[in-house]
Every structure is written in structure tokens, then in C-alpha cells.
């Protein structure tokens, strides 16, 4: 097993518990979706059920644990995440009736004699009636059982489970340890660089976006946004175009895109949006906080191409043309 190096503080924190066996009974791994919080969480269970950890408390391997930990068919690992909804297209949200289930399995005795280990990924899209069932899980612990709880977004719990879990934070990466994982993984130097940049280097995230055509959407949302600043655009047919395609991504490359512009304004130079005088930095600098904002809302019951709309419409144009 080999961890990417900027998870490796997070590891160490976690192996020392398994070898000192003080394992708290909930765990919160805590970060931005692409940090490795999912690499992490089934390293800690592989270890944690291995019969033959090395030296640095990582899995062996080779053990009957690992084998079936890696066949992904070990009995007592639980993997609690979206299930298919009758229509085969995955739930948005985790239910109570699966953690219910869960509370139930936990409560029996681990079938190898060790621990049980359940992993709740995301964590932070139970809805409330969820959250009171996992909860009650939370309050009477069954004994040998460990719940490691992935949330890109560990303010969105509430309060009562967060109180009750270890929280694990991972840092994040260097820019150069970034970059490095990305070569390993092939990506072209120049490439790694440019989308590095634009996901303010989270490795997972260019690595996503890499996979996809995201640098094509980047350039899009650009060129969309130079044009509201030239008042050659409708806003209405840009909120639609981005709402049927990968909303997200497109409000995270314009956030950026708005910081950028800034930035560049800031310095003296010319953005690529067209914005120029020094009195649009703090109106970009409220519109990146919009954008931000309303990449929060997409995932509420809140129309879409509402709150694209809303936002754009706030979209600083030039001086003479708003
Ligand atoms: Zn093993």
C-alpha cells in the first residue's frame, strides 16, 4: 500500500491508535473531495482487520483478511453509500433505512472475531432522518465496532454526530506533491501544471478533470463570462447552458476565474475576462463568494438554473455597460 505523502500525517495518527489499540468507536475523515479521504479510509479498514500488519501498521496483503478485504467480500466490512433508486439511477442522499441497517449489523458479533468496520461515504448527504438513526448507533456503541464516517463537507453533520466522532483532518497537498502524483499518474507536465492552477491544486480534482474534458468547459465558462462583460451575452441562455451540463464544475472554474481576474487587475494587468478598472476587484471578489455559495445551493431543492441565473445576473459588467 502506498499512500500519497500529504495523507501520510492523517495515516500516522490512525496507525498509532491501531497499534496502541485506542481506537475511538466513530471517526469523521474531514476534507475536500480530492484530498484521498476515500484511499484513506480503506487503507485504515484494510488495516484494521489484517491479522499481519508490518512494522508501520499498514495491511500486509497477503493475510485471509486482506484477500477478502480486497475481493471487496469481507463480512465484517460494511460499506454504507448511495443505493440505486428503482429507476437505476443513484440516490442523492443516504436514508434511514440504511442506517438502520446498519445499526442492526453492528449490533451482532464480528464473524472473524476482530473488529467490525463500517464506512459511511458522504457521510454529509444522510438526511436528517438518517442522521438520527446513525446517531442513536453513535450513542450505544457496540463494542469491537469502529464507524469511519467521509465527508468532503463535515459542517453540513449535525452537531450531535461531530460531538461524537475522532475527527480526522487531512492537509493538504504541496504544489510540488501535487504535481509529482499527477506525473506518476502520466499526466502530461504542462497539462498537470495549467489544471493544477485552476483546482488551486487539488490533486483528485485535476485528476477528474483531466479524465473529463474540463479544461474545454474552463475555456467555455470564459469565454462566457467575457462576454457578459461585454454585454454580448443573454444571461438567461448562459444559466440554461451551464444548468444542463456539470453545473459544479462550471461554478467552481467561474469562482476561480473571477479570482483570477482580480488578481491580474490587481497587479496592473489585463484579465482574460475583459474587466480592467481597479473598482471591479472587491465586486469580483463578492461574485467569488457567490459563486461559492451557489455551488452550495445545487445540491438543495432550489432550481438550478434559478440560482445560476441569480448569480450571473450579479455578474460585474464594464463601466458604461451594466
Ligand atoms: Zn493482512
Known amino acids: 500500500m502506498k499512500l500519497q505523502p500529504w495523507l501520510m500525517p492523517a495515516w500516522n495518527v490512525l496507525a498509532d491508535a491501531l497499534r496502541t489499540r485506542r481506537l475511538h468507536h466513530a471517526l469523521l475523515f474531514g476534507g475536500p ?36 478485504v480486497a475481493a471487496g ?15 437505476g439511477k ?21 464473524q472473524f472475531g476482530g473488529l467490525q468496520i463500517a464506512i459511511v461515504d458522504p457521510a454529509d448527504a444522510m ?25 468532503d463537507d463535515p459542517s453540513r453533520l449535525p452537531a450531535t454526530i461531530r460531538s461524537r466522532c475522532q475527527r480526522i483532518d487531512l492537509h ?5 506533491q501535487a504535481l509529482e502524483w499527477l506525473r506518476e499518474h502520466g499526466v502530461d507536465a504542462d497539462v498537470a501544471a495549467s489544471t493544477l492552477a485552476a483546482s488551486m491544486d487539488n490533486p483528485g480534482q485535476a485528476e477528474d478533470w483531466i479524465e473529463g474534458d474540463a479544461l474545454a468547459v474552463r475555456a467555455e465558462c470564459l469565454a462566457d463570462l ?38 491580474l487587475i490587481g497587479s496592473g494587468r489585463r484579465g482574460a475576462l475583459g474587466l480592467t478598472a481597479r473598482t471591479e476587484i472587491p465586486k469580483l471578489a463578492a461574485w467569488f463568494a457567490s459563486a461559492n455559495r451557489a ?14 441565473l441569480d448569480l450571473l445576473r450579479g455578474w460585474p459588467a464594464q463601466p458604461g455597460k451594466t
Open 127 to 151: 438526511n436528517p432522518n438518517a442522521a438520527n438513526a446513525l446517531l442513536k448507533t453513535l450513542e450505544e456503541p457496540a463494542s469491537e465496532t469502529i464507524i469511519v464516517l467521509v465527508a
Open 226 to 263: 467575457a462576454a457578459l462583460s461585454a454585454s454580448r451575452a443573454r444571461v438567461a441562455a448562459i444559466a440554461e447552458r451551464w444548468a444542463a451540463d456539470r453545473p459544479g464544475v462550471r461554478l467552481w472554474f467561474a469562482a476561480d476565474l473571477a479570482r483570477e481576474e482580480a488578481r
Open 295 to 308: 455551488r452550495g445551493l445545487l445540491s438543495t431543492t432550489l432550481r438550478t438554473e434559478l440560482v445560476l
Open 172 to 176: 493538504a497537498p504541496t504544489h510540488a
Open 90 to 110: 443513484p440516490r442523492t442522499e443516504l436514508t434511514i433505512d440504511q442506517m438502520r441497517a446498519l445499526g442492526q449489523r453492528l449490533a451482532l458479533s464480528s
Open 73 to 87: 467480500s469481507h463480512p465484517d466490512l460494511v460499506h454504507v453509500t448511495f443505493e440505486l433508486r428503482d429507476d
Open 33 to 68: 473531495h480530492g484530498y484521498g479521504k476515500r484511499a484513506l479510509a480503506d487503507a485504515f479498514a484494510t488495516a484494521a482487520l489484517c491479522t499481519q500488519r508490518a512494522a508501520d501498521g499498514s495491511a500486509c496483503g497477503t493475510c485471509r483478511s486482506c484477500v477478502l
